[in-house]
T-cell receptor, first 114, second 112 residues
């Protein structure tokens, strides 16, 4: 089955620094990847849609200059949280689709900003 | 995208059958119904997907009435490891570029 790998699984960083999260589709090519954020005891919130070779589309209220998304290849999308602050601490989850099967999700990245 | 309504929480005991119903009154003609399971600190895991009538796989069954305004996920003989949050989602299936919008989900607690 389709496997989506996310790295790192957890990261702790200091306020003001940037953190990059990788999302890879291991056994299929993903023309589109999606990034979600999940706060404790809450549901997943869609942040942005990432298409290979083009600019990401961000959901309303998500700062594109703070959450930089790059989808340079059909198997890799990255989310960079720039100048992270404690309120950015959350669980970030990516998903990828190939258009032929249900969305598959990565195992998430727990970001803690101190 | 059609909005879904699920019970916030359910409790069960090991070995029982659990049925979680989801309402989606505004489902569109080309929408499918998909269920995901999520454990703490993990990404959602696909359980089952259907369009109408009944779908069954090795872990669950999905019952969809003719009007498609609701659906029921059935988990046979649950175990402690089935304790998780279950999400019902409605949207155009397997369509390139279509994100899934998550509702609040149902927290299932299985006790011994």
């Amino acid at each position: 089955g389709a496997v989506v790998s996310q790295h790192p699984s957890w990261v702790i960083c200091k306020s003001g620094t940037s953190v990059k999260i990788e999302c890879r589709s291991l056994d299929f090519q993903a023309t589109t990847m999606f990034w979600y954020r999940q706060f404790p005891k809450q549901s997943l919130m869609l942040m942005a849609t990432s298409n290979e070779g083009s600019k990401a589309t961000y959901e309303q209220g998500v700062e594109k200059d703070k959450f930089l998304i790059n989808h340079a290849s059909l198997t890799l999308s990255t989310l960079t949280v720039t100048s992270a602050h404690p309120e950015d601490s959350s669980f970030y989850i990516c998903s990828a689709e190939d258009g032929n099967s249900p969305l598959h999700f990565g195992n998430g990245t727990r970001l803690t900003v101190t | 995208l059609a909005k879904t309504t699920q019970p916030i929480s359910m409790d069960s005991y090991e070995g029982q059958e659990v049925n979680i119903t989801c309402s989606h009154n505004n489902i569109a003609t080309n929408d499918y119904i998909t269920w995901y399971q999520q454990f703490p600190s993990q990404g959602p895991r696909f359980i089952i997907q259907g369009y109408k009538t009944k779908v069954t796989n090795e872990v669950a069954s999905l019952f969809i009435p003719a009007d498609r305004k609701s659906s029921t996920l059935s988990l046979p003989r649950v175990s402690l490891s089935d304790t998780a949050v279950y999400y019902c989602l409605v949207g155009a299936a397997n369509q390139a570029g279509t994100a899934l919008i998550f509702g609040k989900g149902t927290t299932l607690s299985v006790s011994s």
